[in-house]
């Protein structure tokens, strides 16, 4: 059965590499859009906030972009002013963002898009750190 998946992606990120990991390990061929490269539009954007529930101060990443020297982080800093600043730097967009039948989400950690899934895990699944996540059944493990 075919699924309409989509995760925004960034490849130097592990935490997306290992979305994108579970993504396949389901059997699903997402598409794929590395958003560094096509940002989606402010209209997108917005609507991608919308569905997800989250507000643009919560989906800015702050380390390695200029969320800082850019004063996102002040108090009074509205939403729109947040997303101008996405979309003119699109870095300042947290990721991997998946986007499924069953919802839209910032997979972090990258097991949350588990819940987005409509297929089953495959078998076994490690992240890049060695932390296993799904045993060799299929089953997520929960930590102890």
């Known amino acids: 059965m075919a699924h309409d998946i989509v995760i925004y992606h960034n490849p ?6 290992n979305t994108l990991a579970l993504i ?5 061929e997402p598409h794929v859009i590395e ?7 402010r209209a997108m954007l917005e609507g ?3 569905r997800s529930g989250l507000t643009p101060r919560e989906l ?6 200029p969320f800082h020297d850019l004063g ?3 108090p009074d800093v509205s939403d729109a002013r ?10 300042l967009i947290n990721r991997p963002i998946v986007v ?14 588990l819940d987005l899934l409509p297929e089953p895990q495959h078998g076994a699944f490690a992240k890049e750190d060695g932390e296993q996540v799904i045993d060799a059944a299929g089953n997520r493990i929960t930590p102890a």
């Open 12 to 17: 130097a990120c592990g935490t997306s590499r």
């Open 24 to 28: 396949r390990n389901a059997g699903i």
């Open 35 to 41: 958003y560094l490269k096509s940002p989606p539009s």
């Open 48 to 50: 991608l906030l919308e």
């Open 60 to 65: 800015a990443r702050e380390k390695g972009t």
């Open 72 to 74: 996102l982080g002040e």
């Open 82 to 91: 947040i997303v101008d600043a996405m979309m003119e730097h699109p870095i």
């Open 100 to 113: 499924s039948p069953l919802g839209v989400r910032l997979c972090r950690p990258s097991e949350a898009v």
